[in-house]
């Protein structure tokens, strides 16, 4: 990991997911789609719909990490091509979710950083963040981490009888737009 200090937690482990990860990995998103505004999503997927949506993402050769500590998954990141049109095939966006106790200690900035390498060595140049609600600790976490504000959507989602905004914001990775890619 390039960008990150050394894990919170002595016993956190960052990973590749896998296909047993998708319980943990519902489970995790479950609580945010029943709780928060990260996410637009009003009925959280199921374990094997999780698991399907892994697989795809593997199959692509994109990335999805898991932040373990002492054998429980905590939360998950994952970056998937910005848009499906071809033109977009360099820029992805990232998605990170924590256990609700594990928010604050730190294990979001250590698994974005690691998420960020992967999402360079897939062959991304630059990653987007869109942030739901918009959720301040996830701003401030992406801006620690390079990422630049690129623009606000007002009023696009309505969850919890409210508007929320999206706040949209940008990184280059590894050469960015300096250079064509392979």
């Keep these: 990991m390039t960008r990150s200090a050394a894990p919170p ?9 896998g296909e047993s990860d998708a319980a943990a990995i519902a489970a995790i998103y ?6 928060g505004t990260a996410t637009f999503d009003t009925a959280a997927p199921d ?5 399907e949506k892994i697989l795809m ?9 898991v932040a373990c500590c002492d054998g429980r998954v905590v939360g998950y990141a994952y970056a998937t091509q910005f848009r ?24 979001g900035r250590v698994l974005l950083s690691a998420l960020i ?26 801006a620690a981490l390079g990422f630049t504000h690129a623009g606000r959507m007002r009023s696009v ?3 919890f009888d409210r508007w929320l905004d999206t706040v949209y914001l ?13």
């Design 157 to 159: 989602g309505r969850k």
């Design 9 to 17: 937690d002595p016993a956190l482990v960052i990973r590749a997911a």
């Design 117 to 142: 390498d992967a999402a360079e060595a897939a062959g991304f140049r630059q990653m987007l963040a869109v942030v739901g609600g918009p959720e301040p600790a996830s701003i401030a976490l992406h």
């Design 84 to 107: 499906d049109r071809p033109a977009y095939a360099h820029a992805c966006e990232d998605s990170i979710y924590l256990a609700p106790d594990m928010i604050g200690r730190g294990i």
């Design 47 to 51: 374990a094997v719909a999780t698991r």
């Design 170 to 182: 940008q990184r280059a990775l590894g050469q960015g737009d300096s250079t064509a890619p392979d």
């Design 57 to 65: 993402v593997a199959a692509r050769g994109w990335p999805w990490l």
């Design 30 to 35: 479950a609580h945010h789609v029943a709780h």
